[in-house]
């Protein structure tokens, strides 16, 4: 069976940082193209940033440059989102998924792990 586990996601400050964590099993990660999609409720979803299959690519939202960093370790099956500078606008709940389109909810490959941006 094939699961991918996101976790890391919890209540932070304004300006602090986190890290994400993204485990699959039952899945080589390091044959696929990884993204973090996150949604916030009644809006849509949208694609965080994305790493291709050996990590030499990257891609990231406008609104994340210079403060996420999405990183992989194919030896562990894992995949990171390093977040820092961390905005209200940030709160979401986040995904980890084997693809650039953005899959979150019912539609994303785990439960999704929660970040809470509040002072």
């Known amino acids: 069976q094939v699961h991918i586990v996101e976790s890391g996601g919890t209540l932070v400050e304004p300006g602090g940082s986190l890290t994400l964590n993204c485990k699959g099993s039952?899945?080589?990660?390091?044959?696929?193209?990884m993204a973090w999609s996150r949604q916030v409720p009644e809006k849509a979803c949208e694609l965080v940033a994305g790493?291709?299959?050996?990590?030499?690519?990257?891609k990231y939202q406008d609104s994340v440059k210079d403060r996420f960093t999405i990183s992989r370790d194919n030896a562990e099956n894992t995949v990171t989102l390093q977040m820092s500078n961390l905005k209200f606008e940030d709160t979401a709940m986040y995904y980890c998924?084997?693809?650039?389109?953005?899959?979150?909810?019912?539609?994303?490959w785990g439960q999704g792990t929660q970040v809470t941006v509040s002072s």
């Open positions: 790493i291709s299959t050996t990590g030499d690519s990257t």
């Open positions: 998924n084997p693809t650039f389109s953005p899959r979150c909810g019912a539609s994303g």
């Open positions: 039952g899945l080589d990660l390091s044959r696929v193209d």
